[in-house]
């Protein structure tokens, strides 16, 4: 064996037993809290892939869309017609398009309230709530009320939220926070969102 190949092995011995310690300490079952924000591109994409996961166990699932629900969405049209998928959405499109604070507040609480029984109902395994962080922004939703709903959902229901700028309580109360960073976006250089790629 080759001094490389030496060195190779002995690395992958050294991860496995740091793998295996890690596996051996993970002891809780629970749902989860798990947060994908940042400035970058994927976070509703990631969410729906979650979702197709939960989707291909046969897990009842919800999903909550606060903003792009007026755009066609591909994950949602191939997935929609699962008897184990609910979908509810606030269906006014971008919030800098309505630019009416009374109405998108009104539609967001109507929204929220098909959130709320999801997050209370225990045969729901996965809840997804895609851009809830802008009602929290923009003073639609109040974070003591999302908090509570998160709080006191049942004990093996996880929640993915998604968008900019995630409310610190939310951070803080989070299992796992990915943080999706741009690095190059293509509609910066002038080019058209395409179907079947970015919605």
Known sequence: ??????????????????V???VANATEQRGLILINTGNGKGKTTAAWGTVARALGYG?????????KGLWECG???????DPNLDIAIMATGFTWETQNREADTQACREVWAE???MLADPEVYLVVLDEITYMLKF????IATVKQALENRPHEQTVVITGRNAHRDLIAMADTVTDMQEVRHAF???????RGIDF
């Open 1 to 18: 064996m080759s001094d490389r190949d030496t060195r190779h092995k002995a690395s992958m011995e050294k991860l496995k037993a740091h």
């Open 20 to 22: 295996d310690d890690k």
């Open 59 to 67: 897990y009842g699932v919800g999903v909550v869309q606060f903003i």
């Open 75 to 81: 994950e949602r049209n191939r997935l929609e017609d």
């Open 115 to 117: 959130a709320e029984r």
């Open 139 to 142: 003073g639609y939703l109040d």
């Open 188 to 194: 910066g250089s002038g080019l058209q969102a395409r």
